[in-house]
């Protein structure tokens, strides 16, 4: 797979013939309509056997073959030039596709609304699921004697086991639409509570089918750390003697001792010694209530893997990734009205609709840009795009994590789907 960049001029039978294959295979794959002209900044993703590498500054054949997993020499043989022969810039390298991929763990959080499943997000299921290791409807949830309350199931469960994919049971404190410090404190010093709830988690699992456990607590008070990691201790124990595995979703760390609401009962060396893995949500840097900047910017990101690689090995991570990007209307005033929440699908849309070239920040590897709506209102987009979601792929590969967790699935991004088959084998997990 060749990500590209459209440019000023191009066009899909431009591209295509660059590339030696058809503009309907480049439409297919990252889900045009032929129709529409493409958005300069645009990246696509071409459908072909390996790729082509553009040399830059300070390459050589041996750096390039280091980044690739590929000998200089057999670099040298198949784009027929002198492996003594020095590298210009700009140069095009053909790279042939990988012979092993590596294999990981993969998520994704399906979030039905208004207590029922749509089509679209039962088709968004039924489309993606084959690549995903577990399926996670989002979410189960619990009242204050520990009953627990159950989401919009339809047909997840048969969807799951047609694509030999594992059912993720997500238990959260959400109460009426938000995450309750309240609810959980009251789960956390509550035996009987925490009884009851352990009770009909594993019945609700044996009856349905679910292979893990995830517990996302969130926004509890800093003084019940010690509870949910004593309830974790506990859960993970009866969990285990009924074969499921157990997992908990972990808010984006870079310390121990990091301070807000959102972090301080979260203990990542606990949760790392306990459950069998995690799932670090590593977005929302850019989140509808804040400024505009994009939602995961990849050095954010990395300070958070890095630490969590201090407190728990690489086996038990897995990245938490976006699937969604943000409109943000200027100038943005804190309280002010929320930012839309869009597809990355649905980004290049606004760009063409408005006539914007998408721009790039290579730092946080983001594609953004800024529009003006019919009423004269200035807006900022950030959202995904192949090469953020290649970053995020990188990264996996660099510090050999588990794998990664999508949130959510109905939100339409093919070029992510289409690198992650290319590029990764998905792993099957039993309990």
């Known amino acids: ?42 990246a696509l993703v071409i459908p072909i056997s390996g790729q082509f590498y553009t040399v830059k500054a300070g390459d050589s054949l041996y750096t390039i073959g280091q980044k690739f997993g590929i000998s200089a020499a057999e670099l040298a043989n198949i784009n027929q030039i002198n492996i ?12 042939p596709e990988s012979a092993t991929k590596t294999e990981i763990v993969t998520n994704a959080y399906i979030e039905p609304t208004g207590g029922q499943v749509s089509d679209t997000l039962e088709s968004a299921a039924r489309k993606h699921t084959n690549k995903l290791t577990y ?36 238990v959260t404190n959400l109460e009426e639409g938000s995450f309750s410090a309240d609810l959980g404190q009251t789960l956390l010093t509550n035996e009987e509570a925490q009884n009851n709830l352990l009770n009909q988690i594993i019945q609700t699992a044996q009856e349905i089918g679910f292979g893990d456990i995830h517990f996302d607590f969130e926004f509890l008070p800093p003084e019940n750390r010690e509870d949910y990691r004593a309830f974790l201790v506990k859960a993970t124990d009866r969990l285990h003697q009924e074969g499921l595995l157990v997992s908990t979703a972990l ?19 606990a ?77 290049i849309q606004l760009a063409r609709e408005n006539n914007q070239a998408i721009l790039f920040d290579e730092e946080a590897k983001a594609p953004y840009f800024f529009y003006e709506d019919e009423d004269g209102a200035q807006h900022e987009v950030w959202f995904e795009d192949a090469r953020s979601i290649q970053a995020k792929f990188d990264l996996i590969k660099e510090k050999n994590l588990r794998g990664i967790s999508y949130w959510k699935l109905g939100l339409a991004f093919p070029q992510n789907w289409l690198l992650l088959e290319d590029q990764f084998t998905i792993k099957r997990e039993s309990n």
Do not use: C
């Open 1 to 42: 797979m060749q990500i590209y960049i459209v440019k000023q001029g191009d066009s899909l039978y431009s591209i295509a013939n660059q590339y030696g294959t058809s503009f309907e295979a480049i439409a297919n794959a990252n889900e045009l309509d032929t129709q529409l002209p493409l958005v300069v900044g645009q």
């Open 271 to 347: 949760h790392g010694e306990i459950v069998d893995f995690v799932v670090l949500m590593t977005y929302e840097w850019g989140y509808s209530g804040g400024p505009p900047m994009a939602v995961s910017p990849i050095g954010p990101v990395r300070d958070v893997v890095n630490y969590a690689l201090t407190e728990m090995p690489p086996e038990k991570i897995l990245l938490g990734q976006n699937l969604y990007g943000y409109d943000w209307t200027l100038p943005y005033e804190p309280g002010g009205e929320f930012a839309k929440a869009i597809s990355p699908q649905q980004g």
């Open 135 to 170: 399926l996670a409807p989002f979410s189960y949830q619990f009242d204050r004697q520990g009953n627990l309350i159950a989401p919009p199931l339809n047909q997840f469960a048969t969807i799951a086991n047609e694509n030999n994919a594992t059912l993720m049971l997500v």
């Open 84 to 95: 003594y022969q020095p590298l210009s810039i700009g140069m095009q390298l053909y790279i």
């Open 251 to 269: 808010a984006p760390k870079t310390s121990a001792d990091q301070q807000g609401e959102w972090y301080e009962a979260h203990d990542y060396k």
